[in-house]
């Protein structure tokens, strides 16, 4: 079994404050559908079975926890994907995603920031801006994290290309922003390209750079 191919990892609002993410892999064929769940077996080892339940003719399985307070992880093979989470509940609502044309691709203005993404690259991030404030807050302190859940009118989508080059870590990509709504981004509609030339006479100490680019 080979990992030689794209991987797709998720995260998703779930409750009022907790983040779950969901794995997709594409599988080639039935032998490698095996493959995996003898890997897992043989993972988990002779004390604890893997679990099998059927749920909208698909099989779930689930991967016991060794102890009680531990999670179990949960994972299924639909159209030619493994998916897997550590929420039952995700990889059902994931289950039933496959069998209706209700995707994100529905989304507005993911569509148009998809076809940007750059092919010959590490990873692709697409972050909606509706919802990823809200995640990130949960990492911050109170003084930060009630402002920065409700920072959602900064745009639609972001899409970055993510590049790893001799110790240098490379982010570029596009914003979308849906111009009947009240997004900051929207701003910026009407502004023409600007040359940059600050690099020239900034220090060769300098940190963080931040530029807008306005044209009137």
């Known amino acids: 079994f080979s990992l030689d191919r794209s991987f797709t990892m998720a995260s998703h609002l779930q409750g009022k404050n907790d983040i779950e993410y969901l794995y997709i ?26 679990r099998e339940r059927h749920y909208q003719n698909t099989t779930l399985y689930t991967i016991p926890s060794s102890s009680k307070k531990g999670e179990e992880l ?12 550590r929420s039952i509940l995700l990889l059902e609502n994931s289950i039933r995603q496959l069998s209706t044309e209700n995707s994100i691709s529905k989304s507005k203005g993911f569509e148009q920031i998809r076809r940007t993404i750059g092919k ?40 970055l290309d993510l590049s790893f080059r001799n110790r240098i870590i490379l982010l570029n990509g596009f914003t979308y922003s849906d111009p009947q709504q009240g997004n900051l981004m929207n701003l910026f509609l009407q502004q023409e390209p600007v040359k940059m030339e600050m690099e020239s006479i900034l220090p060769s100490e300098t940190g963080i750079l931040a530029v807008l680019g306005i044209a009137d």
């Open 25 to 50: 892999l594409p599988i080639n064929d039935y032998l490698e559908e095996k493959k995996i769940q003898s890997s897992v077996s043989n993972w988990i080892g002779p004390d604890l079975q893997l």
């Open 74 to 85: 949960h994972f299924s093979f639909s159209n030619g994907l493994f998916i897997g989470s």
């Open 120 to 159: 010959n690259v590490d990873a692709n991030i697409f972050l909606n801006l509706k919802t990823f404030p809200k995640q990130i807050s949960f990492s911050l302190d109170k003084s930060h994290s009630k402002f920065i859940r409700n920072y959602t009118n900064l745009a639609n989508w972001t899409e």
